[in-house]
């Protein structure tokens, strides 16, 4: 295709759809540490993103409401020898659930979130304890649908009109069942119940698939580019290829299924080991997979996965935030850029960025080392 210099969004739809852009698109996850205090909103993050020369996105993502016969409070206990008790209570039509988390220095809300990976080491009590627990948690999942979607609308309204202006990826959110599952119930305590009850996990992530659908479909009608989902916690670092098949990659297929309908790209997140998953990947309609993060934090293997699935799949990531970025030297964040493109960017279909999100102010060089690296050697044709 014309090499000549494209926008951020055809430069990614060209990526996405397996041709040659003009060079590689980088981009950078969620926290970005060492820019936190360089823009105003998310809308000026995609402005100042693009003045150093990395592409970003913009999501839209369907609100959560409960039902209106919920009430929620959130209570404090001083009385403990370690940490205060942060609990919060949801009175539901079916009975009561409470979730109690310790307050640490470190954590970072007063009022604690019914999902987040914060919870895991400081819950005394999660949400859901068993399958008694799960008329009542109906009500938390509300059917969208049913509520007042406006605010929803009028926010959908101004990103479309804000990257069609700028010509920026707009991103649909489709919220993960795994990921609402072990929060709910808690990591450990959902694998322990994989064992000993499977039907009670089955019900509790088909109540969570309901809500999620629901919620696409919302998202589907705006006219995303592309539908991310996040299969984090359901790769073999938690989970046997078998357990794969049976709990995550029905569900998953269904929303590839809804994007694709809708004429959007499907865009699986997974983290710690995807290889064992790569042609299931495919198979299920991923397009783009991500992060790909490297060993030893991971089991990516670009080369690997670019000659087994490239063709199809769209390779997303390839550089560790963790070990590169924030504690490389800029001579290993050369050399990761430079074997990323070599082995991933030839033919199309590779957007190199990090592996997780950055999170060290002080990674800012390394992290400039990463985008004029990318630019100098990513130009198409690739020559390296």
Not at 288 to 312: C, H
Request: hydrophobic share 40%; net charge negative.
């Amino acid at each position: 295709m014309q090499k000549g210099a494209l926008s951020s969004r055809d430069r990614l739809m060209a990526t996405l759809n397996h041709q040659e852009p003009d060079h590689v698109p980088v981009m950078f996850w969620g926290t970005i540490a060492p820019l936190r205090d360089r823009w105003k909103d998310r809308f000026d993050r995609v402005l100042k993103l693009r003045e150093l020369g990395v592409d970003d996105q913009m999501t839209i993502g369907a609100p959560w409401a409960y039902h209106p016969d919920v009430k929620v409070t959130v209570t404090r206990d001083n009385s403990h020898a370690d940490y205060p008790r942060l609990t919060k209570t949801l009175e539901t039509p079916k009975g009561t659930l409470r979730l109690t988390v310790k307050k640490t220095p470190d954590y970072p809300w007063d009022n604690p979130p019914l999902v987040g990976d914060h919870n895991w080491s400081r819950a005394t009590e999660f949400l859901v304890k068993g399958p008694e627990d799960l008329d009542k948690l109906r009500y938390l999942f509300y059917d969208t649908a049913k509520t007042d979607l406006t605010s929803f609308r009028e926010n959908a309204k101004r990103v479309r009109q804000f990257c069609a202006e700028e010509h920026v990826l707009v991103n649909g959110h489709a919220a993960s069942p795994s990921n609402f599952a072990m929060g709910l119930v808690g990591a450990s305590n959902m694998m322990m119940h994989s064992v000993d009850n499977l039907g009670f996990i089955e019900e509790l992530l088909d109540i969570i698939h309901t809500w999620s659908t629901r919620r696409l479909e919302i998202v589907l009608e705006e006219g995303p580019d592309t539908v991310q989902f996040s299969g984090i916690y359901e790769s073999t670092a938690f989970w046997s290829p078998r357990d794969f098949a049976q709990l995550f990659l029905p569900r998953v297929k269904e929303y590839a299924d809804l994007a694709h309908h809708a004429g959007a790209t499907f865009h699986y997140f997974s983290d710690a080991r995807i290889m064992d998953h790569l042609e299931t990947f495919r198979d299920m309609g991923v397009d783009a997979l991500s992060y790909l993060n490297p060993p030893p934090m991971g089991d990516a293997d670009l080369a690997e996965i670019k000659r087994r699935v490239g063709d199809t799949i769209c390779l997303w990531g390839g550089v560790s935030a963790p070990l590169t970025i924030e504690q490389g030297t800029s001579e290993d964040v050369r050399e990761a850029v430079k074997s990323a493109i070599r082995v991933a960017a030839p033919g199309g279909g590779f957007i190199l960025a990090t592996a997780d999100a950055i999170m060290k102010e002080s990674a800012y060089d390394n992290m400039m080392t990463m985008i004029r690296t990318c630019r100098e050697f990513g130009k198409y044709p690739i020559r390296i």
